[in-house]
């Protein structure tokens, strides 16, 4: 499926209520793991919160307990990918001896095409929410019911790449032993930004990311960013 456009969140999204108890947090993870599944299998479009429940096997009141609609659901499960790409990072980071600017640039970009081809939902969403239409906004065919607010509905603010920048950021920042200011803060933005564009292209021309795409964004990456990193 081709990537859909993405919002700016604001923030990471608020849940309606955090989970307390082991059980209560294994239903949220249930839910967003079928959500993922569901996105994969229907599309944003006909995502549906009936739809999510019933494939994680929870009472639809659960859902509503955690989200006010479907985007904020999507919203969340794209905050949990990012904390698993930045996880990813540090793990191979922290196990790369002696790592330098290429090994640091080629951790950040294998594990977000590994995430592209294997983690559920991630070619649709992956650290940004959906757009939607004004109708999605409101009560109707995604089964919402009072309460949605449309935009504002997920609590969140910032697009999504300002908060993969950042937390990229701090992750160089400490492994390569290079202070996080504001010129490397601009540099890793602007890498972000160019590696999402050739990113989406390689996976637009080969459902696997064509490899020679792949290979130009890496250089690419090298050749811009490296300086910056050493």
């Not at 108890?21 to 949220?28: C, F, K, N, Y």
């Not at 790409?85 to 290429?102: C, K, M, N």
């Not at 070619?123 to 449309?150: I, W």
């Not at 609590?155 to 920042?173: F, I, M, Q, T």
């Amino acid at each position: 499926m081709v990537p859909v456009p993405q919002t700016r969140p604001k923030a990471p999204p608020v849940l309606r209520r955090a989970p307390v108890q082991q059980r209560s947090a294994e239903r949220l993870a249930r839910i967003l793991d079928a959500c993922a599944v569901l996105l994969d299998e229907t599309g944003y479009e006909q995502l549906s919160t009936r739809a999510v429940a019933a494939r994680a096997g929870v009472p639809i009141g659960s859902v509503y307990r955690f989200f006010g609609n479907k985007r904020a659901m999507v919203a969340a499960l794209a905050h949990r990918n990012l904390d698993q790409y930045a996880e990813r990072i540090s793990t191979r980071f922290a196990a790369t001896p002696a790592l330098d600017a290429y090994g640091a640039i080629d951790g950040v970009l294998d594990e977000f095409i590994a995430m592209k081809r294997t983690v559920p939902g991630f070619a649709l969403v992956d650290f940004g929410a959906p757009g939607e239409t004004a109708e999605e906004s409101g009560a109707g065919a995604d089964g919402v019911g009072e309460g949605e607010t449309g935009e504002d509905a997920d609590g969140s603010a910032g697009h999504p790449n300002d908060l993969v920048a950042e937390r990229l950021c701090s992750l160089l920042a400490v492994h390569l032993g290079r202070a996080a200011d504001e010129a490397l803060r601009r540099k890793v933005l602007v890498g972000v930004e160019t590696a999402d564009a050739l990113v989406r292209l390689a996976f637009r021309t080969d459902p696997e990311g064509d490899p020679a795409l792949v290979d130009e964004t890496r250089q690419l990456l090298y050749a811009y960013l490296a300086p910056s990193l050493s």
